[in-house]
């Protein structure tokens, strides 16, 4: 994949206000159409997700995303239309080693396809969709200091002794504050949540945490839990730049709060079902 295509609107409306454009239809329905041909020609019906970030609540449809999952070809385009209006989720959606795909700014889709592929797009014209073209391959994101520690069985085991204490594990499945779900791990469920953490999903595991609402915690990344912290998943609210006051948190319901510095003591990837870890994030720890 050595061509970069960067399909978007021939509308200036369209690339200003998108969905709210009267043009909008004509070129969603022309861009989908590439879409549909572009991967049909791609030789599979499917493709991965990849570098998911969830910035808000996802919507019953997707709730099946995370990273490594595989999307149906109608699923993938219902994907992209709803990133390039603006709705997201965002992510990358790709046939690995045939194509790749992203969104871009102002209603523009950015793919790499192989030259078989790029031959018949360069021949496309179309009323609605503008089709430009340059030599470049995807730019994956550069994880500088990744988490090679992988959620293997000895790494349960030491949850599971852990969790003599009071122990918190933080699921990370995509990016953004949507993008993770907290556990309150004990004895008894220890092994049932090691059954319910997601492939790719970055593990960050915190023994004893200091809870107490704190003003100086205000200022940086935290996350809030309300009350009881009882044995399984639990209700948080993902505070990412820190709040203006303790009382607005609290005012909120939430009792407990966890600077997001503390996640960085004990992290590890929860490898596919074939054993390998192809999962990769940055460290939480500080540079």
Known sequence: MSTEFILSPLSESVRVVLTDAPAWSAYAAELRGVLDM?????????????????????PDRYMSLRNGVEVSRSEAIDLIEGMVAGRGPYCRLSIPGKLCIESGWDGGVHLY?????????MAFRSRDVS????????????????????????FWHAVLKASERTTL?????????????????TQGNAMEVARLVRPRSLLCVVSEPDLQPKSEVMEEDFTAFAAPLLPGELAYQAYPGGADSLSDVIGQGFSFILADKALSNWCAVVPDPDGVMRGQWESPGES
Do not use: M
């Open 131 to 154: 089709l430009q073209w340059r030599n470049a391959v995807p730019e994956f994101v550069d994880v500088s200091r990744p988490v090679d520690a992988v959620a293997d069985e000895k």
């Open 38 to 58: 572009v991967i049909e020609k791609s030789g599979s019906d499917f493709l991965e997700v990849g570098e998911l970030l969830v910035s808000q609540p996802l």
């Open 113 to 121: 396809a192989t030259p078989v592929v790029s031959a018949d797009l």
């Open 169 to 185: 594990l933080c699921e990370r499945w995509a990016h953004g504050a949507y993008g993770c779900r907290w556990f309150r791990v």
